[in-house]
Antibody, heavy 113, light 107 residues
């Protein structure tokens, strides 16, 4: 069974940092592209970042470029999102997704003083 | 950036009726890489359709997708009570990948 479990969400002050993790199982992680998608409270879905299966191709949404860093560890079957210089508008549930098929249940990031 | 526009914003229907949801792109979607998702409150999105018209694994055949280029449609042939939800389209043909604002299907 394919499973994706996000963790690392928390309440953080503006300007702070956070690292999200996505632990996966039930499939060969190293062969799939991965994405982070977020959803602000009561709002729609927003794509955040993409990383190819081997980590060589990375894309970011303009809203997070220069502040967020996506990475993966294929030996640990895990995906990460390093978030710096956090703003109130980064408050959202963050989902990891295997390509575009399977999604985790999300982890909540709240940026507030 | 490809902007996706979904219409209508809200669709008020009854069980058993047919639902037709539209997703229009500001420019052609590469390889027709257009997906449809269903999302219910408190849940992660669920993939219904990928590559414009391919049903995802386990999705009932009352859900169908069509279209190409810039105009895409999700059709639910006969609404079941569990189909009342928000539906999003996503283009994943070119970065930045973009979602539409969603269509709420309610009773």
């Amino acid at each position: 069974e394919v499973q994706l479990v996000e963790s690392g969400g928390a309440l953080v002050q503006p300007g702070g940092s956070l690292r999200l993790s996505c632990a996966t199982s039930g499939f060969t992680f190293s062969t799939y592209n991965m994405n982070w998608v977020r959803q602000a409270p009561g709002k729609g879905l927003e794509w955040v970042s993409h990383i190819s299966s081997n980590g060589n191709t990375i894309y970011y949404a303009d809203s997070v470029k220069g502040r967020f860093t996506i990475s993966r560890d294929n030996a640990k079957n895990s995906l990460y999102l390093e978030m710096n210089s956090l703003r109130a508008e980064d408050t959202a549930i963050y989902y990891c997704a295997r390509s575009w098929t399977y999604w985790g249940q999300g982890t909540l990031v709240t940026v507030s003083s | 950036e490809i902007v996706l526009t979904q219409s209508p914003g809200t669709l008020s229907l009854s069980p058993g009726e047919r639902a037709t949801l539209s997703c229009r792109a500001s420019q052609s979607v590469s390889n027709n890489y257009l997906a449809w998702y269903q999302q219910k409150p408190g849940q992660a999105p669920r993939l219904l359709i990928h590559a414009a018209s391919s049903r995802a694994t386990g999705i009932p055949d009352r859900f169908s997708g069509s279209g190409s280029g810039t105009d895409f449609t999700l059709t639910i042939s006969r609404l079941e009570p569990e189909d009342f939800a928000v539906y999003y389209c996503l283009q994943y043909g070119s970065s930045p990948f973009t979602f539409g604002p969603g269509t709420k299907v309610d009773i």
